[in-house]
């Protein structure tokens, strides 16, 4: 599989881009993610001329982008800006005037704060754009699931890109759904019915799709469910002591009482034998690198 590749807002990574001459660096993107992925840094306000240090801007409730005395309009430069490509997902700075994803703060044409807020100029053109694309600013990766889904959802990205850039077999379309059917199953049970039906057309808008049950959050009734799942495709295949033991360890998921990692670690075990090839190939076993310790309870 090819790495992600992943667009970022480039002072996250330690470049020194904001309008005081410093950077935001993130050590969770730069130490953590960024062993496993591909970044594609990028500064819209340095790629529209302007440098560092700088008077900051700021969007204004008609939705231009000026400086902070009003005296210079930066709205067309950034809508000219070309738009991310072949990205898996992409991080951009909170509440940025260009890059916030959401809560940038709109001003009065006098200066002042309206009280109402947005996305920056250009994450809501990326978004636009691209309304599929795994989508966080650096401050909701803070939380742990939020930064679980959002991994996920790149790494899912990641691998229906290495699929769809090549000649591709519908045997090879199959091969991928069915790798993925516990992972959708957790995701969106009624996409992935219906991405079932677009395999046996053909594939036609499979991507599509794909990335937009991906999307739907996974819920601990949909992974017990997918959980419950694979035990029912490999249950006769355990001991009897070893088949009541998962069973238990779900409900316990089901329940609270237990993460996620428990029922998954010992399903993850038992297809390490060689004997349970269906589940050993599982993406929801290993949806992105175990190195990453992102695993927690939904």
Same mark, same amino acid.
């Given at each position: 599989?090819?790495?992600?590749?992943?667009?970022?807002?480039?002072?996250?990574?330690?470049?020194?881009?904001?309008?005081?001459?410093?950077?935001?660096?993130?050590?969770?993107?730069?130490?953590?993610?960024?062993?496993?992925?591909?970044?594609?840094?990028?500064?819209?306000?340095?790629?529209?001329?302007?440098?560092?240090?700088?008077?900051?801007?700021?969007?204004?409730?008609?939705?231009?982008?000026?400086?902070?005395?009003?005296? %210079?309009?930066?709205?067309?430069? /950034? #809508? @000219?800006? $070309? !738009?991310? &490509?072949?990205? *898996?997902?992409?991080?951009?700075?909170?509440?940025?005037?260009?890059?916030?994803?959401?809560?940038?703060?709109?001003?009065?044409?006098?200066?002042?704060?309206?009280?109402?807020?947005?996305?920056? %100029?250009?994450?809501?053109?990326? /978004? #636009? @754009?691209? $309304? !599929?694309? &795994?989508?966080? *600013?650096?401050?909701?990766?803070?939380?742990?699931?939020?930064?679980?889904?959002?991994?996920?959802?790149?790494?899912?990205?990641?691998?229906?890109?290495?699929?769809?850039?090549?000649?591709?077999?519908?045997?090879?379309?199959?091969?991928?759904? @069915?790798?993925?059917?516990?992972?959708?199953?957790?995701?969106?049970?009624?996409?992935?019915?219906?991405?079932?039906?677009?395999?046996?057309?053909?594939?036609?808008?499979?991507?599509?799709?794909?990335?937009?049950?991906?999307?739907?959050?996974?819920?601990?009734?949909?992974?017990?469910?997918?959980?419950?799942?694979?035990?029912?495709?490999?249950?006769?295949?355990?001991?009897?002591?070893?088949?009541?033991?998962?069973?238990?360890?779900?409900?316990?998921?089901?329940?609270?009482?237990?993460?996620?990692?428990?029922?998954?670690?010992?399903?993850?075990?038992?297809?390490?034998?060689?004997?349970?090839?269906?589940?050993?190939?599982?993406?929801?076993?290993?949806?992105?690198?175990?190195?990453?310790?992102?695993?927690?309870?939904?």
């Amino acid at each position: 599989m090819e790495r992600p590749r992943v667009g970022v807002s480039s002072c996250l990574l330690g470049s020194p881009v904001r309008f005081n001459g410093g950077h935001k660096r993130s050590r969770f993107l730069t130490d953590e993610l960024g062993p496993y992925v591909d970044w594609v840094p990028y500064c819209p306000e340095v790629e529209i001329g302007l440098g560092t240090p700088r008077e900051p801007i700021r969007v204004t409730d008609a939705g231009r982008l000026v400086n902070r005395s009003g005296t %210079l309009d930066h709205t067309d430069l /950034m #809508a @000219a800006l $070309p !738009l991310p &490509a072949a990205v *898996d997902g992409y991080v951009f700075k909170a509440k940025s005037p260009s890059c916030g994803v959401r809560g940038v703060p709109r001003y009065r044409l006098s200066g002042e704060a309206s009280g109402s807020s947005g996305a920056g %100029l250009y994450a809501s053109r990326v /978004m #636009a @754009a691209s $309304p !599929l694309l &795994a989508v966080e *600013d650096e401050g909701r990766l803070n939380d742990a699931g939020l930064r679980e889904a959002f991994v996920e959802r790149v790494f899912a990205a990641a691998r229906l890109r290495s699929l769809l850039s090549v000649a591709w077999e519908p045997r090879d379309l199959m091969e991928f759904h @069915a790798r993925h059917k516990l992972q959708l199953l957790a995701h969106d049970p009624a996409r992935y019915r219906s991405l079932g039906r677009v395999v046996a057309s053909g594939g036609s808008g499979y991507g599509e799709l794909f990335l937009a049950a991906l999307a739907s959050r996974a819920t601990r009734g949909r992974n017990a469910n997918a959980l419950l799942h694979a035990y029912s495709r490999v249950g006769r295949s355990l001991a009897e002591p070893l088949g009541a033991d998962l069973v238990a360890r779900i409900d316990a998921y089901r329940r609270g009482e237990v993460p996620l990692s428990v029922p998954v670690a010992l399903l993850a075990h038992y297809a390490s034998g060689g004997e349970l090839p269906w589940l050993a190939a599982q993406t929801f076993l290993a949806p992105f690198p175990a190195e990453l310790r992102l695993r927690h309870a939904v």
